[in-house]
């Protein structure tokens, strides 16, 4: 673990739970469960130390210029439950590797480059409370597996390019306080709750 303060560009030494924006937990590993490094100004290496936490419960490396995929090994954080990687350059389409983060309450990738439909198996991640997939480059319809968000609040799926109708389905979540679907070209109504 000594690597990753070179790699942040922290200098640090000794514990890595006493540096800034790193959280642990109590036990007798001190395992590394939260990552705060929001506008750290970091590069791509940084995958491969966060990759290497399996206890990890939030990550925010939101606003850093990050300029890849999202990697395959964020879906192997099996207790994960604040994703936040806004505001860089993530490519690509969103992995199917992010679907069995069954624990996810709040997943941000809104302001990065995602390209592609959005997976109907995201919406089976049906814990999520906050959803923010706006400003990106994703296209096709709403999945109807929309209706598995049950415990939804937010949802922003605004400026991207996606068609077609309105699903139905949004009428169904309960839970669901803020809703942003404005700047793509979609058709029909919002439903009633």
């Known amino acids: 673990m000594k690597?990753?303060?070179y790699n942040l560009g922290l200098h640090y030494?000794?514990?890595?739970?006493?540096?800034y924006g790193v959280s642990c937990s109590e036990n007798e590993g001190n395992d590394i469960v939260g990552l705060y490094f929001s506008h750290f100004n970091m590069n791509n290496s940084i995958w491969q130390y966060v990759c290497k936490l399996p206890a990890l419960q939030l990550l925010d490396l939101s606003d850093?210029?990050?300029q890849s995929p999202i990697p395959e090994c964020v879906g192997s954080f099996a207790n994960l439950k604040i994703l936040r990687l806004s505001s860089n350059l993530?490519?690509?389409?969103?992995p199917p590797q992010l679907f069995s983060m069954?624990?996810?309450s709040t997943l941000d990738l809104t302001h990065n480059q995602l390209t592609g439909p959005i997976p109907p198996q995201l919406f089976s991640l049906s814990n999520l409370a906050y959803l923010d997939l706006s400003y990106n480059n994703?296209?096709?319809n709403i999945p109807i597996t929309l209706s598995n968000l049950?415990?939804?609040e937010s949802l922003d799926i605004s400026n991207n390019r996606l068609t077609g109708e309105i699903p139905e389905a949004l009428?169904?979540?309960s839970e669901l306080h803020w809703l942003n679907l404005s700047h793509n070209k979609l058709t029909g109504q919002i439903p009633e709750a």
């Open 90 to 94: 993530l490519s690509e389409s969103i």
């Open 102 to 104: 069954k624990n996810l």
């Open 150 to 152: 049950r415990f939804i």
């Open 138 to 140: 994703l296209s096709g």
């Open 171 to 173: 009428g169904n979540l």
């Open 13 to 19: 030494d000794g514990d890595p739970c006493q540096w």
């Open 3 to 5: 690597n990753i303060r």
């Open 64 to 66: 850093n210029g990050l």
